[in-house]
Structure formats: C-alpha cells, structure tokens
C-alpha cells in the first residue's frame, strides 16, 4: 500500500494513476483485515468489543477526514506531498509494527 501511495505523487498519466492506485488498493484490501485480526489478538476478549469498535471509529475519522484533506492538497497541486505522506504514514506503521511483535517475541521467549 505505501509503495502504492507513494507511486500516485508521481503518476501524471492515467496508466501510472491506474497502475498506483491498484497497488495502493490492493495493499489496503490486505492490511485491514490483517490489523484487525492483529489489534483482537493484542487484548482480553473481555477488552475485544471496546477496542475493535475504538479502530472501527478511528477508522471512520480518518475517512471523513483525510479525503477533505487530500482533496484541498490535490487541488493545490501537491498530489507529490500528499502521496508521500499517505506513503509515510504506512511506512511508519509497518516500524511500529514489527517493534511490537518484537518486544512480544522477546517477552513471550523470556517468560518460557
């Protein structure tokens, strides 16, 4: 999805528009139900309920605001530092990612 993200500040024809979107699609159809299957198995199933309807409603934000967003940066001609950001944004959360399931590796070998 970042590459796909980061493509789409470079596409001026419609192909490269066709082709990053696709990749950036693709990516997201992937990585949402993959985090939510992710963000269940971090709590209780007591906590599951509360935490799963937090992501669902941050999930909702961020659609109401990030196409307002986008669209003001589009149509001032930052297609670039909008792709890039959303590219970011992504690259930032597969870190963090892969921190976490680092620590809980660590802490998962140190309690065995």
């Known amino acids: 999805a970042a590459a796909g993200y980061a493509l789409l500040g470079f596409s001026f024809g ?3 528009l066709l082709v990053a979107a696709s990749f950036a699609s693709f990516g997201n159809g992937i990585l949402r139900p993959a ?3 992710l ?8 906590e599951q309920g509360v935490v799963l309807g937090l992501n669902q409603s941050l999930l ?6 990030g196409p307002a967003i986008a669209g003001a940066m589009i149509d001032r ?6 792709a890039l950001w959303a590219a970011l944004i992504m690259a930032v959360a597969l870190v963090l990612n892969r921190k976490a399931r680092a620590a809980r590796n660590e802490a998962e070998a140190a309690a065995a």
């Open 60 to 65: 909702s934000i961020a659609q109401i605001i």
């Open 14 to 16: 419609i192909a490269l």
């Open 77 to 82: 001609g930052l297609l670039t530092v909008w």
């Open 35 to 37: 985090l939510t299957s």
């Open 39 to 46: 963000i269940t198995q971090q709590v209780s199933r007591t």
